[in-house]
């Protein structure tokens, strides 16, 4: 079975700032599953994911334009008025502000027109490639009731505690 929209998928996988942090990991989180095409995956990540089966693992680049396409971000129209006097008010200016939880909150001017400015909320991670590796670990396909899973891996050799009381030959 190979993952396609709609299918329930469960991976292993990393996601890092390219050369840099991890910014999310199995590792950290434990697998993931989502619902493949319902728009909780980063579509770029979703796409690379398309027609894998379970077992299969792959890793790669995704491009920061790709990542995070600027015209998919969401935007806001704010009254002229909350914005410095003085100040020129043009398409692709960038700000950045205090959010309503007190992080940094940066985004970019698209039009001013009268009182009105129409600015796009940036992601954090805005600009930045991103690496990935994934495994696949499982895939549900609700509408034909069809499962596929791997097995949990072994636990590693040296994990595992014998004695030579434990070694008999037979």
Known sequence: MKIEKGNIVRISFELKVKGGEVIESSEKNGSLEYTHGGGKMLPALEKRLEGMAVGDEKKGLIAANEAFPEDSLPTKDMPKKEFPAGLELKPGSQFEAKGPDGKPLAFKIVKAKGDVVTVRFLHPLQGKDLEFRVQVLGIDDPKAKRRA?????????????LSADDLKQE
């Open 149 to 161: 899973s791997m097995a949990p891996p072994p636990p590693p050799v040296e994990a595992l505690e």
